[in-house]
């Protein structure tokens, strides 16, 4: 077998890199920290001294297994750049924890990468084909080994070389013996920024890591840029034809910390937004709006602001336990859903509930959220979601499970509302969405962002990866 067949080139991560600083892999662990909630399954650092790497890549949490003493011993250097993750079921091994590290002929490199390449698997059989040689299931591992085999002299050559070839959501940090490069795909799909740390240049996925380690932010890194940084300053080169991006819309809705800017605004704002307009597109009666927490908090706000309807925290959630995505079994990650909320039963009891949710995915969270409202005497339990029903699945760095485990693809508005147990289920528009995140109407020759999770549009081709998921 050249490969895997059945391997899932599938991540949820947070990237950051410093250069020049004292303490650079101190400031890395911090940023990292604040990157967590992009992946919580392991995370890994690779500092440069002026003469060697140094890698330390550690499953878990960046908080139990990075501590000062040993991060500043074990990766000494004043450039470092690291990696948090999260992979889906059965990837989840040591020898994919990022940054990946290779002795080049040109020296060492280092690279970290957010998001999935689309074009993995025909790529990576040309490559054993050709006898490379590979350790890990992860599609980053292309990207060395395609830098490794080109031809051409100079290492951003090497690289351009590289991009020209992969196909998908990247963005990538890359370390090497006098450069920092921060990288975006040609439709920008998923995030990186660039800061300044008392005229250190920081690269990060978010702007929350820039703010942690009291970074002043300077700008996105563009679609289609590569931004080079060396002790001479700092060149942006841009090897694609220039196309409009297309940011992931779901980092909005769900997955970045809504402490991080993107467009001049917090996503909290955004997400308060779609809950606004969730209340203005649907009338229910109720005495309250109650958030499943953490993730519909925001947008709870923004409907019971925009409705009247009073806000109160009806459902607590237990800060001890993970995700409940990084549960493997759907059996364990039912469990999982009644670990991490209790119902707090003053708010509800004998109360009209209107819950709220940024997302439906499988329904697990919702429908185990409604029963134990009503188990704690609601009268009813309608359940708002802020954005569309989620019908096809990414393929582009955001784990989401195959078309026949997405509720919404699988099941009728009013089989979903029998299947989740509330009295009345209801989505924001399409429309809506975009308007919550400033824009006037989706432009649908070009889409302002990807939004395939809920059209069904992939900009970029992925018959590669169906035909690997038949
Ligand atoms: P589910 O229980 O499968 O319907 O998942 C819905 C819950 O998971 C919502 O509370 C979302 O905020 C959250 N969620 C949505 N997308 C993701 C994702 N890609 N990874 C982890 N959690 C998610």
């Known amino acids: 077998m050249y490969c895997k067949i059945n391997d899932k080139f599938k991540d949820e ?14 400031l890395t662990t911090l940023g990292l920290h604040s990157l967590q909630h992009r992946g919580q399954e392991g995370a890994g650092i690779v500092s440069f001294d002026g003469k060697a790497f140094h890698s330390v890549r550690k499953q878990g949490l960046v908080g139990d297994n990075f501590n000062n003493k040993d991060i500043l011993s074990n990766l000494p250097g004043k450039t470092a750049i690291g990696h948090v993750r999260y992979s889906t079921t059965g990837e989840s091994k040591p020898e994919n924890l990022q940054p990946f590290f290779a002795n080049l002929a040109i020296g060492g490199f280092a690279c970290a990468h957010n998001g999935n390449l689309t074009n993995t698997y025909s790529i990576k059989k040309q490559l054993v084909e050709s006898g490379s040689i590979f350790q890990t299931s992860s599609d980053t591992e292309i990207i060395l080994q395609l830098v490794a085999r080109s031809k051409k002299k100079k290492i951003i050559d090497k690289l ?9 959501a990247y963005s ?64 942006s080169i841009k090897p694609f034809k220039k196309i409009p991006e297309r940011p992931c819309i779901f980092e909005r809705i769900y997955f970045a910390s809504p402490d ?3 467009g001049n605004k917090t996503v909290y704002t955004y997400r308060k937004a779609l809950g606004e307009q969730l209340a203005i597109e649907n009338n229910i009666i109720a005495d309250v709006v109650v958030p499943i927490p953490d993730s519909g908090v925001s947008a709870a706000i923004g409907f019971s602001q925009n409705s ?21 079994s759907q059996t364990i990650r039912q469990f999982g859903v009644k670990l991490k909320h209790s119902v707090n039963r003053s708010c509800i009891e004998n109360k009209k509930v209107i819950l709220i949710d940024d997302s439906i995915v499988r329904g697990t969270t919702a429908s185990k959220i409604v029963k134990m409202v009503y ?50 289920l209801f989505f924001l528009s399409l429309d809506g969405t975009y308007k919550a995140m400033g ?6 020759e070009t889409p302002q962002f990807t939004d395939h999770c809920f059209t069904g549009e992939y900009p970029i081709d992925i018959a590669e990866i169906l035909k690997l998921n038949r």
């Open 13 to 26: 991560c947070g990237v950051f890199g410093i250069f020049g600083t004292k303490e650079a892999s101190v």
């Open 160 to 168: 351009i070389d590289t991009l020209q070839q992969i196909k998908g």
């Open 172 to 235: 990538l940090v890359i370390l090497t013996n006098k450069k920092l490069i921060g990288v975006r795909d040609p439709f920008g799909i998923r995030p990186l920024v660039l800061g300044n740390k008392n005229g250190s240049p920081v690269l990060a996925s978010e702007t929350c890591a820039l703010d942690m380690i009291g970074a002043k932010y300077v700008r996105d890194i563009e679609n289609g840029e590569i931004i080079v940084i060396t002790e001479d300053g700092m060149k």
């Open 260 to 262: 991080s800017i993107i």
């Open 308 to 328: 009247k309807i009073p806000f109160e925290l009806g459902i607590i959630r237990s800060h001890y336990v993970g995700r409940t995505f990084i549960e493997p």
């Open 375 to 424: 188990e704690a005497g609601a009268k009813e339990v309608h359940l708002g979601i802020s954005c569309p029903p989620i019908l096809h699945p990414d393929f582009y760095g955001i784990d989401t499970p195959n078309y026949n485990q997405l509720i919404a693809s699988q099941s009728s508005l009013k089989k979903m509302t029998k299947l989740v147990g509330a009295k009345s």
């Open 439 to 444: 824009c006037e109407k989706r432009n649908s």
